[in-house]
């Protein structure tokens, strides 16, 4: 059964900082890694999606990169601002490319 | 941009009620999900639908709940007797056949069982 961790669990920053979120998975057969953003009460917002034959995907200030033999991704936010305050989810293919197994997410405040 | 929509944002019902709940998916999409996240956990995978058929279901997805896509635009999710421990965030999601499977999903329905 795939497994995904996201440590670390909430971080709050000043502005101007740069952001590193992690996310670990058990099952390094994966088509694909998805990260997205959630904010309080609202759905899903995808930011990125990295195919298991990339290393990294950049979109504007976000850099998510892919790991797979060794089970991780990350997702680098260059110079956090406030706008940036929400919980990023990673989610991972369970089983052959269907579902998505997510993690419970990096709660992320950026402190003006 | 197109975009997954959902109805109701918010429905709130009584213990034991049969709710619907609904989703408009990308138009070109042809895999469509149903997930939701209890308050303070993860989001979990209830439910895959593909070619007018479930292709894949959890384990959380019992006789209580069907998914039915009755036109062909709309994919809803039934709850016949909702219980207390229903009450959760749902998420509907969709996407196409190919290329790079990203999964886009809606704004969610909050359903409150009372």
């Not at chain 2, 149903?34 to 007018?52: A, D, M, P």
């Amino acid at each position: 059964k795939q497994e995904v961790t996201q440590i670390p669990a909430a971080l709050s920053v000043p502005e101007g900082e740069n952001l590193v979120l992690n996310c670990s998975f058990t099952d390094s057969a994966i088509y694909n890694l998805q990260w997205f953003r959630q904010d309080p009460g609202k759905g899903l917002t995808s930011l990125l999606l990295i195919q298991s034959s990339q290393r990294e995907q950049t979109s504007g200030r976000l850099n998510a990169s892919l790991d797979k033999s060794s089970g991780r991704s990350t997702l680098y936010i260059a110079a956090s601002q406030p706008g940036d305050s929400a919980t990023y989810l990673c989610a991972v293919p369970a089983y052959g490319n269907n579902r998505l197994a997510f993690g419970k997410g990096n709660q992320v405040v950026v402190i003006p | 941009e197109p975009e997954v929509t959902q109805t109701p944002s918010h429905q709130v019902t009584q213990m034991g009620q049969e709710v619907i709940l609904r989703c408009v998916p990308i138009s070109n999409h042809l895999y469509f999900y149903w997930y939701r996240q209890i308050l303070g956990q993860k989001v979990e995978f209830l439910v895959s639908f593909y070619n007018n058929e479930i292709s894949e279901k959890s384990e959380i997805f019992d006789d209580q709940f069907s998914v039915e896509r009755p036109d062909g635009s709309n994919f809803t999710l039934k709850i016949r007797s909702t219980k207390l421990e229903d009450s959760a965030m749902y998420f509907c999601a969709s996407r196409t056949s190919g290329g790079a499977n990203e999964q886009f999903f809606g704004p969610g329905t909050r359903l409150t069982v009372l």
